[in-house]
């Protein structure tokens, strides 16, 4: 039950991008982006944990999506003022009116003087904003109110309107994230003391930022690479996406572009081709950034995704602790990206045809007489490689000749070989190995006979190999989004049946269940504090009750002990030598008497562990 708030948060997340892809985009991008975020592997690992990530993604993603309507709404007022003063100014210009009569032009125009007025926010919205925003910081501290506020930064330097900040009325903001933080905050305070609270919090957010907290150092690029495994299904065209969203975000202007079309320096063809792609390659950073210092706001859904994602994706790859579940709360961006960039996608570079295999077709269709792999229609003379007669995509093979479906170019190729090999992990190498794991153990060798744990491995291989086969055979032909469903459907059958068959008969996993299995054998109830000393696990505190206290050394186990706190302790293996060395701490060890050991996977650091249970004589 104690996982049921996990979900939850989860399933709100995932109905929150739907109801937002409504607004930004269609229904069928909207629905695409909630299901490619319900099924990547991120969210789906996060949820089945009694954790406080999957509430802060939900209220970052509320808090998001207030943003949007309090941005988009205003926005759309001052296009409006904006068309209504142009109008005005026409119709003055034809009557022969004085400017100063523009105003009542404008009105008898039809667009009535109060839309000439300041673009005003529906109030509610406001007051959503810092009601979602105050809820973030009481579930994760910082995360929300940074992910925000760099989106609001970069949406108002690229529209160089400041305006979106007085519009979100900061004052009132203040005030609402005062009364609902205020209280708890001086609670706190008052019970475990000012000094370790702001030290608490000091080492939480500047502490974690400066260096690798509990040993989580990753180095830049660690969230990027992990995207295209956590991310799956979606990340297909991730890349493709982010690109798509910047182009049509941000608007190049055409005056200051024409200032600066005669800088592009030009590669000859006698440097050679290594020399060519490495001055593409700075022409294309260069192009970038002069886009983003010479742009205007383009479409404005792409550019509140792009302005969602990117400032806070790179804080998170320059701060020093790394952990893969750091970069949730911008996951919502990437599916609304994805999904848009997914309908898109004969456009875009992949998988549509390249430039190259497009001028060998048309060489190909000049020079002999070929026709249609599926229906023998002529290709004579045709430059577009679809057949008109049953609508088949078309390409070449390296060597020249006619192919059915695409042919990817060799700087193309990797980036789907890539996603299928994480298909594969995913979906058939990790049933495999979560039957080899579960169904072994070190007193049973060769593996134990599991039929539970054996049939729906081998579904759940079976039906994962299929529908990943099919999903390779459409992306092959060019059919992205039939590509892209299989793939989701493949993901939902995998998480069924590892989540619902599989992982809860995996006894190995579940070592804080079998630690209170055996703490209740040694007479121990929920009534007995216990101490644990190297073994961390949350759902363990849930598990008992809360009789469970975390020891993060010797002496402060040594002072529990003798301030009466209980009788039970549970130390990790590695920790006996610590232990050992500061017996004085807990009194002698023969005071103590081991009466059991368990042995499993704490999955929440994935590291091995040997638990041993002590109980004072």
Same mark, same amino acid.
């Given at each position: 039950?104690?996982?049921?708030?996990?979900?939850?948060?989860?399933?709100?997340?995932?109905?929150?991008?739907?109801?937002?892809?409504l607004?930004?985009?269609d229904?069928r991008? @909207?629905?695409?982006? /909630? *299901?490619?975020? %319900?099924?990547?592997?991120?969210?789906?690992?996060?949820a089945?944990? =009694?954790? #406080? !990530?999957q509430?802060?993604?939900?209220?970052?993603?509320?808090?998001?999506?207030?943003?949007?309507?309090?941005?988009?709404?205003?926005?759309g007022?001052t296009?409006?003022?904006?068309?209504? @003063?142009?109008?005005g /100014? *026409?119709?003055? %210009?034809?009557?022969d009116?004085?400017?100063?009569?523009?105003?009542? =032009?404008? #009105? !008898?125009a039809?667009?009535?003087?109060?839309l000439?007025?300041?673009?005003?926010?529906?109030?509610?919205?406001?007051?959503?904003?810092?009601?979602?925003?105050a809820?973030?910081?009481?579930?994760k501290?910082?995360?929300?109110p940074?992910? %925000?506020?760099?989106?609001?930064v970069?949406?108002c330097?690229?529209?160089r309107?400041?305006?979106?900040?007085?519009?979100?009325?900061?004052?009132w903001g203040?005030?609402?994230?005062?009364?609902?933080?205020?209280?708890?905050v001086?609670?706190?305070?008052q019970?475990?003391?000012?000094?370790?609270?702001?030290?608490?919090?000091?080492?939480e957010?500047?502490?974690?930022?400066?260096?690798?907290?509990?040993?989580?150092?990753?180095?830049?690029?660690?969230?990027?690479?992990?995207?295209?495994?956590?991310?799956?299904?979606?990340?297909?065209?991730?890349a493709?996406?982010?690109?798509?969203?910047?182009?049509?975000?941000?608007k190049?202007?055409?005056?200051?572009?024409?200032?600066?079309?005669?800088?592009?320096?030009?590669?000859?063809?006698?440097?050679g081709?290594?020399?060519?792609?490495?001055?593409?390659?700075?022409?294309?950073?260069a192009?970038?950034?002069?886009?983003?210092?010479?742009?205007?706001?383009?479409?404005?859904a792409?550019?509140?995704?792009?302005?969602?994602?990117?400032?806070?994706?790179?804080?998170?790859?320059l701060?020093?602790?790394?952990?893969?579940?750091?970069?949730?709360?911008?996951?919502?961006?990437?599916?609304?990206?994805?999904?848009?960039?997914?309908?898109?996608?004969?456009?875009?570079?992949?998988?549509?045809?390249?430039?190259?295999?497009?001028?060998?077709?048309?060489?190909?269709?000049?020079?002999?007489?070929?026709?249609?792999?599926?229906?023998?229609?002529?290709?004579?003379?045709?430059?577009?490689?679809?057949?008109?007669?049953?609508?088949?995509?078309?390409?070449?093979?390296?060597?020249?000749t006619?192919?059915?479906?695409?042919?990817?170019?060799?700087s193309?190729?990797?980036?789907?070989?890539?996603?299928?090999?994480?298909?594969?992990?995913?979906?058939?190498?990790?049933?495999?190995?979560?039957?080899?794991?579960?169904?072994?153990?070190?007193?049973?060798?060769?593996?134990?006979?599991?039929?539970?744990?054996l049939?729906?491995?081998?579904?759940?291989?079976?039906?994962?190999?299929?529908?990943?086969?099919l999903?390779?055979?459409?992306?092959?032909?060019?059919?992205?989004?039939?590509?892209?469903?299989?793939?989701?459907?493949?993901?939902?059958?995998?998480?069924?049946v590892?989540?619902?068959?599989?992982?809860?008969?995996?006894?190995?996993?579940?070592v804080?269940?079998?630690?209170?299995?055996?703490l209740k054998?040694?007479?121990?109830?929920?009534?007995?504090?216990t101490?644990?000393?190297?073994?961390?696990?949350d759902?363990?505190?849930?598990?008992?009750?809360?009789?469970?206290k975390?020891?993060?050394?010797?002496?402060?186990a040594?002072?529990?002990?003798?301030?009466?706190?209980g009788?039970?302790?549970v130390?990790?293996?590695?920790?006996l030598?610590?232990?050992?060395?500061?017996?004085?701490?807990?009194?002698?060890l023969?005071?103590?008497?081991?009466?059991?050991?368990?042995?499993g996977?704490?999955?929440a650091?994935?590291?091995?562990?040997?638990?041993?249970?002590?109980?004072?004589?």
């Open positions: 039950m104690y996982r049921v708030p996990s979900v939850l948060a989860a399933m709100l997340t995932v109905l929150l991008t739907w109801r937002l892809g607004k930004m985009f229904p991008a @909207a629905w695409l982006a /909630a *299901a490619l975020l %319900a099924v990547c592997p991120m969210v789906v690992w996060d089945h944990q =009694a954790r #406080a !990530d509430l802060l993604l939900a209220m970052t993603t509320a808090t998001m999506m207030c943003l949007w309507c309090v941005w988009h709404e205003s926005k007022a296009t409006r003022r904006r068309f209504w @003063a142009a109008r /100014a *026409a119709v003055a %210009a034809q009557a009116l004085p400017p100063s009569t523009t105003r009542v =032009a404008k #009105a !008898d039809g667009g009535g003087s109060r000439a007025s300041a673009p005003t926010s529906r109030l509610g919205w406001v007051l959503a904003f810092w009601f979602f925003l809820l973030g910081i009481m579930t501290g910082p995360i929300t940074l992910i %925000a506020g760099l989106t609001v970069a949406l330097m690229v529209s309107d400041w305006s979106l900040v007085r519009r979100l009325k900061p004052w203040l005030v609402i994230v005062a009364a609902i933080v205020g209280p708890w001086y609670l706190v305070g019970a475990v003391g000012w000094e370790k609270y702001l030290g608490i919090v000091y080492d957010t500047i502490g974690r930022s400066a260096g690798a907290k509990e040993g989580h150092w990753g180095p830049p690029g660690y969230h990027i690479v992990l995207l295209g495994v956590l991310f799956w299904p979606g990340s297909l065209l991730t493709a996406a982010i690109g798509r969203a910047w182009r049509r975000g941000l190049r202007n055409t005056e200051n572009a024409a200032s600066t079309e005669n800088t592009e320096v030009g590669v000859g063809g006698g440097r081709e290594r020399v060519g792609r490495i001055f593409s390659l700075r022409r294309s950073v192009s970038s950034l002069r886009r983003l210092l010479t742009s205007r706001p383009g479409r404005s792409e550019l509140f995704c792009l302005a969602w994602m990117l400032p806070s994706w790179i804080v998170f790859e701060i020093g602790t790394k952990l893969p579940h750091y970069t949730m709360p911008l996951y919502p961006a990437v599916a609304l990206m994805s999904a848009r960039a997914l309908f898109g996608a004969r456009a875009m570079f992949m998988p549509a045809l390249s430039e190259k295999r497009r001028a060998m077709f048309r060489s190909l269709v000049k020079q002999t007489s070929v026709h249609c792999p599926r229906c023998r229609y002529s290709l004579d003379g045709m430059s577009d490689p679809r057949c008109p007669e049953c609508g088949l995509v078309m390409s070449t093979h390296d060597d020249g006619l192919a059915a479906g695409i042919q990817h170019d060799k193309q190729r990797p980036g789907s070989g890539i996603w299928r090999m994480i298909g594969i992990g995913l979906g058939v190498v990790a049933p495999i190995v979560l039957f080899l794991w579960s169904a072994s153990t070190e007193d049973s060798f060769p593996i134990a006979w599991r039929p539970e744990l049939i729906p491995a081998l579904f759940a291989i079976v039906a994962s190999a299929a529908f990943l086969h999903a390779v055979e459409a992306l092959r032909k060019g059919a992205v989004l039939r590509c892209t469903s299989l793939a989701v459907t493949m993901s939902v059958t995998s998480i069924i590892m989540m619902q068959f599989m992982l809860p008969k995996a006894d190995q996993i579940w804080s269940r079998d630690l209170v299995r055996d054998a040694a007479n121990w109830n929920y009534g007995s504090q101490a644990g000393f190297g073994y961390v696990e759902s363990l505190v849930f598990l008992t009750r809360g009789a469970f975390r020891m993060s050394s010797a002496p402060l040594g002072e529990w002990f003798r301030a009466g706190g009788k039970f302790l130390v990790e293996e590695r920790s030598i610590t232990l050992g060395s500061a017996t004085y701490h807990i009194g002698d023969a005071s103590w008497q081991t009466v059991q050991s368990t042995r996977l704490n999955y650091n994935g590291s091995q562990v040997r638990l041993y249970i002590w109980i004072m004589k």
